[in-house]
């Protein structure tokens, strides 16, 4: 048992409690300095992460029940990454709010949910993160209490997340009441040893509705485009991003280790992941509204994410392409939601209009974050999908990757019609902008974006070695 296999986790928590305490014996004007105390915790994390992921074996540790190994390394960096980004939107979208010095804290203690998340290796903790990221998440939707929208929002995200984790915890415990253990090393043997294929689908069926609510996937997505809608912009960026990356890999985790004679699981996810991009893009096509739209991109961009899961220890390829894909969207996705914090909110199609003349440099890095989303080259996004689709094709689901390559084709006409606006229109119309720290958050994410792209080669190389453990 090592504690320091925790510390990205243990920093969040500790930095969450710091801003707290912070928070709460600082005077209103002077709680901004809760901001960059969170931001310290996030980078302590992420650097934490980097130096595990250099100096210690992957392994299971804490009695099996935590996973150290390339999978949840992988996270943990996107996660820090997106939360970092999230933060510098956060600086000066709530300075007038009287409740700013709180908001990082809920944040990093989300973000240590979908940690937890990430690298649980016993079911029970994956109720415990799932719990953690839901709750902070309700909160972080209706922030803005005083905007019956937000509140709307916040409430269906709440009423949806009851539902679905309820179902995952009957999930767990039927799982539990098969094998007569938590741990999902030791559910393994179990299960090789002789499993109830009625019990095993009702495992699924649990675990998809359940994880598939932070996941974003049909059918526990609808809460999506409503939170991307009226959610705060930097709310909306996070929980867009961050809980979709713990649950994608806590998902894969748990159903490798059920046996596919007594159930074909993964056929069950292709025919989700075909259902989730196709009902994600179809929806994205008729939105007016810009973050709407991104809401539903979300929910396509889910449906591409689980064509790895179908395929996980199947092809090689997959726990790579599943990261590199995750890291592109997370990266793409912030970055325009960092615009549209940036431009104070402003969120029907038509107030971009011309955006490319009055703001360039937005007007690009919204271009790129949404090429990359497509899936155009040399962007992030690109070498995610391509990674995708070979391992998809690799582990036997050709027409999966083939429907996919439609639905790309399909998402172009969406994206255009706010590229192409913007690029092109000769009427634009004068928008302010919010400050320098939401400048700085679109500036790195669409670095970043484009950065993945570009050391694409090096980054699959590394991963080479990454693996999912029990």
């Not at 302590?44 to 992921?53: D, T």
């Not at 997340?161 to 090393?185: E, P, R």
């Not at 955006?355 to 080259?377: E, F, K, R």
Request: net charge negative; proline share 5%; glycine share 8%.
């Amino acid at each position: 048992m090592d504690v320091g296999h925790l510390a990205p986790e243990i920093a969040l928590v500790l930095g969450a409690v710091a801003v707290v305490l912070v928070a709460s014996f600082t005077r209103r004007e002077r709680q901004w300095i809760t901001t960059p105390l969170a931001a310290v915790a996030v980078v302590a994390s992420g650097g934490i992460s980097i130096g595990l992921a250099r100096g210690a074996d992957q392994q299971l540790s804490f009695d099996r029940a935590w996973a150290l190994d390339g999978a949840t390394q992988g996270a943990e960096l996107i996660i820090a990454g997106a939360t970092l980004v999230c933060l510098l939107l956060s600086a000066e979208w709530f300075r007038t709010d009287p409740r700013r010095g709180e908001y990082p804290a809920v944040l990093l203690f989300s973000a240590a949910g979908a940690m937890v998340l990430a690298g649980a290796a016993d079911t029970m903790e994956v109720v415990v993160g799932m719990l953690l990221v839901s709750v902070t998440g309700y909160t972080l939707a209706a922030y803005h209490r005083a905007s019956p929208a937000a509140v709307e929002a916040g409430m269906r995200y709440f009423l949806i997340g009851a539902l679905t984790n309820a179902v995952l915890l009957v999930g767990v415990v039927i799982l539990y009441g098969s094998t007569g253990t938590t741990n999902l090393d030791d559910t393994a043997s179990a299960l090789a040893a002789g499993a109830d294929p009625v019990a095993i689908v009702a495992v699924v069926v649990c675990l998809v509705v359940g994880l598939g609510f932070e996941i974003g996937a049909v059918p526990s997505h609808v809460w999506v485009p409503d939170v991307a809608q009226a959610a705060p912009a930097p709310s909306a960026a996070f929980l867009t991003v961050v809980p979709k990356v713990g649950a994608l890999v806590a998902l894969a985790r748990v159903l490798q280790v059920l046996p596919e004679d007594a159930v074909a699981w993964r056929p069950i996810i292709a025919l989700l992941a075909a259902v989730t991009m196709t009902v994600g893009n179809l929806l994205a096509l008729w939105q007016d509204d810009l973050r709407r739209m991104l809401g539903w991109s979300s929910v396509s961009q889910a449906g591409y994410a689980l064509m790895a899961v179908v395929v996980i220890d199947r092809a090689d390829m997959a726990l790579p392409s599943l990261i590199v894909f995750l890291a592109a969207y997370a990266a793409a996705t912030t970055a325009a939601f960092a615009v549209v914090t940036e431009l104070r909110g402003r969120t029907a199609l038509a107030d971009y209009r011309g955006l490319g003349a009055t703001h360039p440099w937005l007007a690009v890095a919204l271009v790129v974050s949404l090429l990359s989303l497509v899936g155009i080259p040399p962007l992030g996004g690109f070498v995610g999908k391509l990674t995708l689709f070979t391992a998809t094709i690799d582990g036997g689901y050709g027409w999966l990757a083939a429907l996919a390559v439609a639905n790309t084709v399909a998402s172009l006409f969406y994206y255009l019609r706010v590229v192409a606006p913007m690029a092109f229109d000769t009427s634009p119309r004068p928008a302010a902008v919010l400050g320098r720290w939401a400048g700085g958050a679109v500036a790195f994410a669409a670095f970043a974006t484009v950065l993945l792209g570009l050391l694409a080669g090096p980054l699959l190389t590394a991963l080479d070695s990454a693996v999912l453990l029990p």
